[in-house]
């Protein structure tokens, strides 16, 4: 299963929140072919979770699938516990379990509004605290958003969650960096998935007209980001936000 191209993560244990599909499974088969034990998080898919680590398992991987809402704090730090009885360790957590609703400002509810955070914020908040009492160094990753910083229509609660994330990366990284934890963030733009170009062509058609690469994101770009971060080549980057969007934020916005 190791890929020889990619940083060696043998010996280390990864935990990816919501990965079960889309950019999250992306980033699960990512670290395993970089070496590492993957801790595969779901909250109610839990097959699209064991299809994940019957993949990794497959290419001579090591993996197991861990259940558990995030929206609960108790939960969170119950998966951590969870993960370092598997595995004995925790090295790397990658938190990108979140939802991405469209919905209009005006009128939100604000029971939408606090489902967003928790389950986008918080989480990583919580996941990120109970991994720092479990690790001896290492990497927490959280996965954010170029809408952190360009605010688009039917987004408000999701874009404020992602800024937040940001700058929650920033804070842990000045907290926990004595104790040689690193905490990044990875914004990626839009990733493909399949139907994509069939439910929003207009939108597509937009982002690679916009993107000087010309193409969507794909799940292994975010992932090799991650992987990067996690690993001793990114030993002195911390606090810092990593943008893999195909250049698309640096398109004229007049």
Request: proline letters at 6%; charged letters at 15%; hydrophobic letters at 45%.
């Amino acid at each position: 299963m190791r890929d020889p191209a990619l940083p060696d993560l043998t010996g280390t244990t990864a935990l990816v929140t919501g990965a079960g599909g889309g950019i999250g499974r992306g980033i699960a088969l990512r670290f395993a072919e970089a070496g590492s034990a993957v801790a595969v998080h779901c909250n109610t898919h839990r097959q699209a979770a064991d299809d994940v680590v019957a993949a990794i398992e497959s290419g001579g991987g090591k993996a197991a699938a861990f259940a558990a809402d995030l929206s609960a704090d108790d939960a969170c730090h119950g998966l951590v516990r969870a993960v370092v009885e598997w595995s004995g360790q925790l090295d790397t957590l990658v938190n990108n379990a979140g939802i991405q609703p469209v919905e209009p400002l005006a009128g939100m509810p604000v029971t939408r509004w606090r489902a967003m955070l928790d389950t986008n914020l918080t989480s990583a908040f919580s996941c990120t605290q109970a991994a720092a009492e479990v690790m001896t160094g290492g990497s927490v990753i959280h996965i954010a958003s170029i809408e952190a910083t360009q605010p688009t229509p039917g987004h408000a609660h999701y874009s404020t969650a992602k800024a937040a994330l940001v700058m929650h990366a920033r804070n842990a990284a000045l907290e926990y960096g004595p104790r040689g934890i690193r905490v990044n963030a990875v914004s990626p733009g839009l990733v493909d998935r399949p139907g994509l170009a069939e439910d929003w062509p207009d939108g597509v058609r937009r982002w690679r007209d916009a993107a000087p690469l010309t193409r969507l994101g794909t799940p292994a770009d975010v992932a090799n980001a991650c992987v990067f971060l996690a690993s001793p080549l990114a030993a002195w980057v911390t606090g810092h936000n990593l943008v893999v969007d195909g250049g698309v934020s640096a398109h004229p916005t007049w």
